[in-house]
């Protein structure tokens, strides 16, 4: 049994149903095990255990969501050299753009040496009032299914023996 880390942070919703429809497209795979974990509680040991990785964060700011920043932080010396060539996927939930943090995520990814297996999966909330970006996210159909895709070729890859 293999297993496919999902960390995720989320503050009105949007990445956490992505999170959400990675690990259910993961699902697909029996000899994959998915385990999601919000940011705050991930820890070292749980990134060491894992043999792949997906990362679904907010853009804040025209940044990685500091509850994600805080994260990797927290575990980025402790993992360092412990975990490289492992696999990774990034999908970053934004309002309008989403660049700047797949760019962050991409970087402190190559210091942990990991492999991306996809570009970064960008879903815009087009959110652009003050009320609409603190409300509730629905992230459409669509791009829940391209989120469940990449957690399924994940996972395929991982039980497949590719990553
Ligand atoms: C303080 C703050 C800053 C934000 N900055 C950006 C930004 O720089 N670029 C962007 O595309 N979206 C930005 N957004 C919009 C969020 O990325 C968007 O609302 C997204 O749905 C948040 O994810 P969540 O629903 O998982 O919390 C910002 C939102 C907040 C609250």
Known sequence: MRTLLIVFHSRTGGARQMAEAA???????????AQMLRAADAQS?????????????PENLAAL??????????TYYDVLDRINGRP??????????????????????TGWRLRAVAD????CTHAQTPEAI?????I???????CHDAGAALAMGLAAGIF
């Open 140 to 146: 459409a159909a669509d791009d829940l299914g391209r």
């Open 65 to 74: 969501a500091g509850a994600m920043k805080e994260f990797f932080d927290r």
């Open 88 to 109: 990774y996927a990034a999908m970053i939930c934004a309002g309008s753009d989403g660049e700047n943090a797949a760019r962050q995520m991409a970087r402190i990814a």
């Open 134 to 138: 603190l409300a509730p996210k629905v």
């Open 120 to 123: 970064p999966l960008i879903v």
């Open 45 to 57: 040991a749980d990134v060491i255990a894992a043999d792949g990785y997906i990362f679904v964060t």
């Open 23 to 33: 690990a259910r497209g993961a699902g697909v795979e029996p000899d994959v095990q």
